[in-house]
C-alpha cells in the first residue's frame, strides 16, 4: 500500500519496526498493519495472528487492558485468505473519535518495573509517539491534569496482573515479550496490550512454572517488581490471582506457586546487587 493508493489527506506511517516485521498505520484510521520484512517468515506472523485471535477472545472481555482486535490475516501467495470474521467480546470498550478527527497515535509505554533517570543533558532522542512512563513519571502526569479520566496508578498495577493471569491460565500462554501501553489515535483514555510472535503455550502445571518466571523477567519491566513489600506489586499481586478461577483450588494454588517463585527470584537478584 502507498500513499497514492488512500485518500489524499491520509498516509501511511510506519510506527515500529522489529526483527519480523514493520507495523504501519493510516493515519486519520483506528487500523495497524503488521507486514514481514522477509516473505519466508511470513508463518511466524501467521501464526502470531492466530495467538492474537486467541487471546482477544478468552482475554479481552471486561478487561482493564484492552487487546487489540485482529481483523484480518493476508498472504497474496496462500489460498484462502485467512479473516478474522468475530464479532467485538462483550464488554469490550468501543470508544472511538471520528475516523477524521483522529490525530496521529502516541503511546505511553508503562514502566512500572523500573526508575527512568531525570536530570542531566536531555535526551535528542525523544519521540512522544513512544514514550516511556514509570510510575514517578505517571504520578506527575496524574497531579498535573485538572480533570481527568486517566486510572490511578494502583489501578493500573491491578490490571496488568489481571492481563497476565489471564494470559497465563484462560490463554495458557506464558505472556513473553508483551507490552503494557496507554494512548493511541482511537480512544479518548486506551490502555492497550500489545502482543508479539514470541509468546509461547504452557501446559498450566507447577512443573512449568519456571517457564513464567524467564518470561516475566526476560520482559522490559513494565511489570511492578515483585517484592512483598512494595505497596505497588500487591495490587498487581492481588489482580493475578483474581484472574485465575477461584472455585478452583488447583488454579489458585498454580497462581500462588507462580507469584512465590517471582518473589523469590527478584529477591535473588536484589542479593546479588547488594553483594556486587
Not at 103 to 129: E, H, W
Not at 229 to 235: A, K, L
Amino acid at each position: 500500500m502507498s500513499s497514492s493508493d488512500t485518500n489524499p489527506e491520509w498516509k501511511v506511517v510506519a510506527i515500529g519496526r522489529g526483527s519480523l516485521a514493520t507495523v504501519s498505520i493510516l493515519t486519520g484510521r483506528p487500523v495497524a498493519f503488521k507486514h514481514v520484512l522477509v516473505l519466508q517468515r511470513a508463518p511466524e506472523l501467521k501464526a502470531e495472528f492466530e495467538a492474537l485471535c486467541s487471546l482477544y477472545h478468552s482475554c479481552n472481555t471486561n478487561a482493564f487492558f484492552s487487546i487489540p482486535r485482529p481483523l484480518a490475516y493476508y498472504d497474496p501467495d496462500v489460498e484462502p485468505t485467512f479473516v478474522f470474521p468475530m464479532g467485538t467480546p462483550p464488554g469490550s470498550s468501543t470508544r472511538t473519535r471520528r475516523p477524521s478527527d483522529a490525530p496521529v497515535p502516541s503511546l505511553c509505554r508503562l514502566y512500572f518495573g523500573k526508575i527512568i533517570a531525570t536530570g542531566g543533558r536531555p535526551n535528542k532522542f525523544f519521540n512522544s509517539a513512544n514514550f516511556p512512563l514509570d510510575v514517578a513519571r505517571y504520578t506527575q502526569v496524574l497531579s498535573s491534569v485538572t480533570s481527568t479520566t486517566l486510572p490511578s496508578v494502583e489501578e493500573i498495577a491491578t490490571g496488568m496482573g489481571e492481563m497476565l493471569g489471564r494470559l497465563h491460565w484462560l490463554a495458557g500462554y506464558d505472556g513473553r515479550d508483551i507490552e503494557f501501553v496507554m494512548g493511541g489515535a482511537s480512544f479518548s483514555r486506551s490502555t492497550q496490550l500489545i502482543t508479539t510472535s514470541k509468546l509461547r503455550s504452557w501446559l498450566r502445571k507447577k512443573e512449568d512454572i519456571k517457564q513464567l518466571v524467564d518470561a516475566f523477567f526476560i520482559n522490559d519491566p513494565y511489570y511492578p517488581r515483585p517484592r512483598a513489600i512494595d505497596p505497588i506489586y500487591q495490587h498487581f499481586r492481588t489482580g493475578y490471582i483474581n484472574a485465575y478461577p477461584q472455585q478452583s483450588k488447583e488454579a489458585v494454588d498454580v497462581a500462588e506457586a507462580f507469584l512465590l517463585a517471582l518473589e523469590a527470584e527478584q529477591a535473588q537478584r536484589d542479593a546479588r546487587d547488594i553483594s556486587i
